[in-house]
RNA sequence: GGCAGCGUAGCUCAGAGGCAGAGCAGGGGCUUCAUAAGCCCUGUGUCGUGGGUUCGAAUCCCUCCGCUGCCA
């Protein structure tokens, strides 16, 4: 029975390029969950967008003396291009800059209100007489309170790492002018999270299946008491409140941005509930694909604003993955210690990345990405297990059966285990993809892949073709066979592989085809193939370690 | 400072009370269809430290060390 799954990938912030924390975080296991189920013939909603609000952007701007709508123009085309090539497979990547998003959040931010769900306070604010503006956390520089360094930001000291409070900054400044600013009170919007302290719990504490690490850390949230938090800010860039006398407010990024799940569904249904509803309700499941670092948001405030809404399912299962280290140490893209998804574009292929990421993937624990890793694997394990099994017998069959599928004959003992081998391993990668599992999906692959290479290295059909013609084409059929198999469990991993893999081994209509063993056709004449891989020159590895870290 | 997580083979990582695992690298052999690819054989690892619970601990509890994150 066919069901319904929507993705929801965290939103990449439209201040920067893509780094491969981003991808092996959420985007790539969101794109192998989504073509697994596309080829189980569930129907997906695999929706993201540009994050185009927040300080990070507005900052970004300032130092470059450019619009914020410009920065975030740039990424946005950067991100699409970047998931046109890594084969990303979103059903749309919008931005949070759409009056449809400004419309639903909104609309949500009302109905909350409405409810009681939302309340007003005053906060005391940085304001700058020069700027004649409220200023962020992060507009303010001073002296850090804790360590004395004088370029402490107000939101964080960067020399001692303390995050901090604008207003406990020694001799603040504005970042913009330099002037000196004053405190005054600002009235701002917060989210009444602590009245969803028990039905979070409730809700929680039901969720057996998720990561361990998702459950414990959000059921320590909850420990410690959910408190309300402020919704708005003192900016001009973001989504207007819709309330009168909140024209130079915002709602703050962290509450919108959420609301684009949702948004994004409406969008991508031209607005027709009939089309974007059944996502959101009654069987359909909702999967949240994001960092560790998003956890409490996705976990607690989301599903909170959700409860308030109402009508609409919560997650099903939140798959947050652990960080990327590279080369050793932790990603900082401040430092440019980081390996930028556009450069890695610009020299690699797409599957060798996905191979290593999928492999090397931090599903339970903090994984290191190194540039000898990954010429390694690439080298050892995609190009010598996996890509050579396939043009090995591809070629044979070409020099030897004039490129037809030989036609199979009587099937032996050996020959029928390795059919077996091949079914069992569909089911475990089928078992380990519906639950999230890619890693040890990608294992039990590559496991057939070795058995293949091992059933001809038995086989010997380069001896036997002299002799046994028609028992060296059952061997060879035995072995298109399993590469067949191969192309179906690895096409959510490997996609571009797969679809040249299918055209080789001549298989009928489109590589998305169903989750199935397909055979191919005895007699079937075959398109010359060539190499699914390309073996990387060892030379490349210093190359890249040597860039990182330097200055852009 | 408070809280949490991690520390397992040369490397990257699994395992979560019952004989220490996989892939890669390294060593030895076989093979030659294939991108010098493949296959077989090959691990004496104080499971970070010290203690405790248990018939039995990498696994549960406590101490300490190291790293990471969150919070103040």
Redesign the pocket.
């Known amino acids: 029975m066919s069901e319904r799954i929507f993705i929801g990938v965290a939103w990449p912030y439209a201040n920067g390029s893509l780094h491969l924390g981003h991808i092996a975080g959420c985007c790539l296991p969101a794109d192998i969950f989504a073509r697994y189920h596309r080829l189980k013939g569930n129907q997906v909603l695999m929706v993201s967008g540009s994050d185009q609000h927040g300080t990070p952007i507005t900052l970004r701007a300032e130092q470059e003396g450019v619009t914020p709508a410009e920065v975030v123009d740039r990424y946005h085309l950067q991100f699409l291009d970047c998931w046109e090539k890594l084969g990303i497979s979103f059903d749309l990547f919008t931005t949070t800059s759409t009056p449809n998003h400004a419309r639903v959040s909104q609309d949500i931010f009302l109905t909350l209100l409405e409810k009681g769900y939302i309340y007003k306070n005053s906060v005391p604010q940085q304001f700058c007489p020069n700027c004649q503006r409220y200023l962020p956390d992060r507009y303010v520089e001073g002296t850090c309170p ?1 360590c004395g360094s004088p370029g402490a930001r107000g939101d964080q000291c960067d020399s ?4 901090l ?1 604008s207003t406990e900054l020694g001799n603040p400044r504005c970042r913009i002018c330099d002037t000196t600013p004053l405190i005054r009170e600002s009235e701002h919007f917060f989210l009444r999270l602590s009245a969803f302290q028990e039905p979070l719990r409730k809700w929680i504490e039901a969720q057996q299946h998720w990561r ?2 998702v459950l ?2 959000s059921l ?2 909850l ?2 008491g959910l408190r309300d938090r402020a919704i708005t800010r003192d900016i001009n860039w973001g989504v207007p409140v819709p309330v009168e006398g909140y024209e130079d407010k915002r709602l703050y990024v962290w509450f919108e941005a959420v609301i684009g799940y949702l948004s994004a569904s409406i969008e991508w249904a031209s607005g027709d509930e009939a089309r974007w509803r059944p996502f959101w309700s009654g069987d359909a499941r909702v999967y949240n694909f994001i960092g ?2 998003n956890i ?1 948001f996705h976990t607690l405030i989301w599903p909170a604003m959700l409860m308030g809404y109402g009508g609409l399912n919560l997650p099903y299962d939140v798959p947050a993955n ?4 590279i080369q ?1 140490r ?1 990603l900082s893209t401040s430092r440019n210690w980081a390996v930028w998804l556009p450069d890695y574009l610009e020299t690699y292929d797409p599957d060798p990345l996905r191979y290593y990421l999928s ?12 540039w ?2 990954f010429y ?2 690439n ?7 996996y ?7 591809l ?2 069959v070409h ?1 030897h059966y004039s490129g037809e599928v030989p036609q199979p004959g009587t099937i032996d003992a050996e020959g029928q285990a390795l059919l077996d081998k091949a079914a069992a391993t569909l089911d475990t990668v089928d078992w380990a993809l519906a639950e999230c599992h890619f ?2 999906g990608l ?1 039990a692959a ?2 057939l ?6 059933y ?3 086989r ?4 036997s ?1 002299a002799t046994d013609r028609e028992g060296t084409g059952t061997t060879l059929y035995m072995a298109m066979s399993v590469i067949s198999c191969l192309k179906t469990i690895l096409y959510p991993y490997l996609p571009f592989s797969s679809t040249r893999l299918h055209q080789y081994l001549g298989l009928e209509g489109s590589v998305e085809a169903p989750w199935e063993w397909q055979r191919p056709a005895p007699g079937r004449g075959l398109p010359a193939p ?6 990387l020159d060892a030379k490349g590895i210093e190359a890249e370690v040597s860039r990182l870290g330097a200055s852009p």
């Open positions: 804790l001692c790492g303390k995050p409070n361990p690490n414990n850390f320590r949230y420990d410690e560790k670092d409490p652990e960080f990327l280290n050793g932790q492999a090397n993937m931090p599903e339970s624990g903090d994984t290191d990405f190194s000898q890793q390694s694997r080298n050892d394990e995609l190009v010598a297990t890509g050579n099994l396939v043009h090995r017998v070629t044979f020099r890693r040890e294992r590559m496991a892949a070795q058995e293949g290479n091992r001809l290295e038995s010997a059909p380069w001896k073709v060539s190499a699914l891989f390309t073996k």
